[in-house]
């Protein structure tokens, strides 16, 4: 296997196996849905499955390889929760509103945190086959090739990419207030993709300048943070004092030349 040559830590190896295994089921899954689509059963209930049977593929694997180890991961919530040194941080289905509609852009996303950072992380797209990764010190990858952002320097003329806000949002007109703020910006009309895993791995390969998303959950964005800063990007988690869980997180990630800009842009009181 090609990949497995550049994964050199025994930690990412056990990553990308329980990756693989699970995305074998999670792509027949795909397939039932994409029948089911034309059915007139709704597939709601199947896709709580999916995504349950391919948490249980991934934990199991991670496991086996370390029983000890934390792990933190969307649908189980904590095991092993005395273990907060060494913890995989999980997201079994990032997308799964489009995984439950037909849609190809979802992931497998796993992170491996070591002392409370991340040091290494796989974000795997089974769909396109395209599998991001990255360990500290050793740069990014997409399938065989090492990646890099992009060279954009000015928000005009970049492609950002954002998510949310959902219904259930506190922050819902905020949030549109911003998309506005930097639509007048740009002269690329904003991306809006579904999934946040894969919209920072598009960052970290080029494909997009800049990134950003309120009230996300460690686990959409914790494998993205080492492919991201590996591949000479920035990712910054701004705070929100009306948030009490730590867990919630407000991304900026961008290829690092555009951040300020961005920022700055989006904490702007008026619109423009
Ligand atoms: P999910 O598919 O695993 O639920 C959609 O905008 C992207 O944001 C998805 O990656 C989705 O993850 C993630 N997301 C997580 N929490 C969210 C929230 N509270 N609001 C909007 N999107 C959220
Ligand atoms: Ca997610």
Known sequence: ESKLMRLNS?????????CIKAS???IRDFGEIEKLQVSSK????????????TEKIIIEE??????????????VGVINEN?????????????????????????ISIGYEEKGEITCGIIFDPIKNEMFFAEKGAGAFLNNSRIRVSNQKKIKDSILVTGGPRFSSKRRSETFDEYIKISNRVNIPIRKYGSASLDIANVACGRFDGFWQWELNYWDVAAGIIILKEAGGFIE??????????????????NSKIHQELLDSLLKKNIE
Request: aromatic content about 8%; glycine content about 6%.
């Open 10 to 18: 025994p930690q990412m190896n056990i990553i990308y196996k329980a």
């Open 24 to 26: 074998k089921s999670l």
């Open 42 to 53: 709704g597939p709601g209930d199947f896709v709580s499955v999916a995504d349950k049977k």
């Open 62 to 75: 991670l496991l086996k390889a370390h029983p000890d180890y934390g792990i933190l991961s969307e649908e």
């Open 83 to 107: 273990n907060k040194e060494k913890r995989w941080i999980i997201d079994p289905i990032d997308g799964t509103s489009n995984f439950l509609n037909g849609i190809p852009q979802f992931a």
């Open 237 to 254: 988690f701004l705070k929100n004092s009306s948030e009490k869980s730590s867990l919630k997180k407000n991304v900026v990630a961008t």
